[in-house]
Every structure is written in C-alpha cells, then in structure tokens.
C-alpha cells in the first residue's frame, strides 16, 4: 500500500506542478479567464500556489495541508470560472479540476502524517 501511495502521490503532485508552472509562463493567456480584478496578479499566485503544492507533496512537508488547501482552490475554480462553459456544454475543465480536487483531498485524507 505505501508504495501504491508514493506511486500516486508522484502522478498526482508532478502534473499539479506542470500546471503552475504554465500558469507562470502562459499567464497573459489565462489573464481573461480570471472573474477578477488583476487577473494577471491571480494568474500567477495560482501559478506559486500550484507550484508549492506539487513540491510539497513531493517533499512531504506540509503535504497534508496542501493538499486539502489545493482540493479548495481547485473547487473554486470549478464552480467560479468553468461551472458555466460546463453549462454551456463544455465541461472538460470543470471535471479536470473537480476531479483532481477530489485526488487532492483523497491524498490528504490517506497521507501519513509527519514524524
């Protein structure tokens, strides 16, 4: 089993990685995306925040933490900015991100907890 779970923590935490760092580099893309003020500003403190939570879910530190707080960005997003194209017939995105907030929060919930 703990060899399952540190297979599924990689496969899980790298992609989540990945994505922060398109955030960093791509973010005039995203910009029109975000239902915010500053949407360039969101656009990379989701970036760092993707990025912190991939590494600290490969490290182990904090994992448990990052990953419920993750689960809950990526709900936020689900509903704030693709619940509508998922609406509208689209809802490649909204399901990404509800279903990898549900890893999120099923990594939290499996994790060991630091020594």
């Not at 939570?53 to 990052?66: M, N, P, T």
């Amino acid at each position: 089993m703990n060899s399952i779970l540190a297979l599924g923590r990689y496969l899980f935490a790298i992609p989540i990685l990945i994505f922060g760092i398109f955030h960093l580099v791509a973010a005039g893309e995203m910009t029109e995306m975000v239902p915010l003020p500053g949407g360039v500003f969101w656009v990379y403190l989701t970036g760092v925040a993707l990025i912190l939570a991939g590494i600290s879910i490969i490290i182990k530190k904090h994992d448990r933490l990052a990953s419920f707080l993750l689960g809950i960005m990526l709900l936020v997003f689900a509903l704030s900015i693709h619940l509508q194209a998922a609406m509208d017939g689209d809802a490649m995105n909204f399901l990404k991100d509800v279903a990898l907030a549900g890893g999120a929060f099923a990594y939290g919930l499996l994790a060991t907890p630091e020594e």
